[in-house]
């Protein structure tokens, strides 16, 4: 084995270890490409010269919204948002800000890009606040979805991969700022 062949299976070894929690491989990078591939397929059938607005929320969708964009074949803007969640004085206790949304978003057809949909928590604040910005259209697009933790009523329009509820990390998604980096998706090992 030369030294580029062991450095790249150690990158892609099968278990690692992040703030001491152990993980194992449990989606592999082509089978990542592969569902996007075929969510790309019905985006562009759906927004075929619409030029849509596809809105990347941080951190976590960096990854899947590059994969998406490069996929789509029509004209199309790109825009980022981040939900930041801060102390509030109220009695719910957090209070959750949409911040870095520069454009305009009246009559266009937007569509959310998320890494992960788990209790739908965050897309429920997502959907209702874009929506005052009265698009023509609001959908979102999801890589992974967790349909045994969502508990809102809202469709989820386009999913990659549905998977249960364990935790993941990879493509994207962190535990505690590790672990966007991995190429394939790991899952917690109890
Ligand atoms: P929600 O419960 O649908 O609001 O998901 C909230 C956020 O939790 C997601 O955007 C992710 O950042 C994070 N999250 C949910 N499940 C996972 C996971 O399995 N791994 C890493 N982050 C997750
Ligand atoms: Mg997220």
């Not at 911040?99 to 890009?113: A, H, S």
């Amino acid at each position: 084995m030369n030294l580029l062949t062991l450095a790249l299976s150690l990158k892609r070894m099968k278990r690692i270890e992040l703030h001491g929690k152990k993980f194992k491989r449990f989606i592999d990078a082509k089978s990542i490409q592969n569902a996007i591939d075929d969510l790309a397929i019905q985006i562009n059938r759906d927004y075929n010269g619409k030029r849509p607005v596809f809105i990347g929320v941080l951190n976590g969708s960096f990854l899947f919204t590059a994969d998406v964009v490069r996929r789509f074949k029509s004209d199309c803007e790109v825009a980022f948002l981040r939900l930041a969640s801060y102390d509030g004085t109220d009695s719910t206790g957090k209070v959750n800000e949409l911040v870095g949304l520069n454009e305009d978003l009246k009559d266009r057809d937007v569509l959310i890009l998320e890494d992960i949909v788990d209790s739908g928590n965050t897309l429920a604040y997502l959907m209702e606040n874009l929506s005052t910005y009265q698009p023509n259209s609001l959908k979102v697009a999801t890589f992974l979805f967790k349909p045994n933790a969502y508990k809102k009523d809202f469709p989820v329009d386009y999913r990659g991969i549905e998977v249960g509820n364990e935790f993941l990390v990879g493509y994207g998604l962190d535990f505690d700022g590790l672990g966007r980096n991995l190429e394939d998706i790991y899952i917690i090992e109890d």
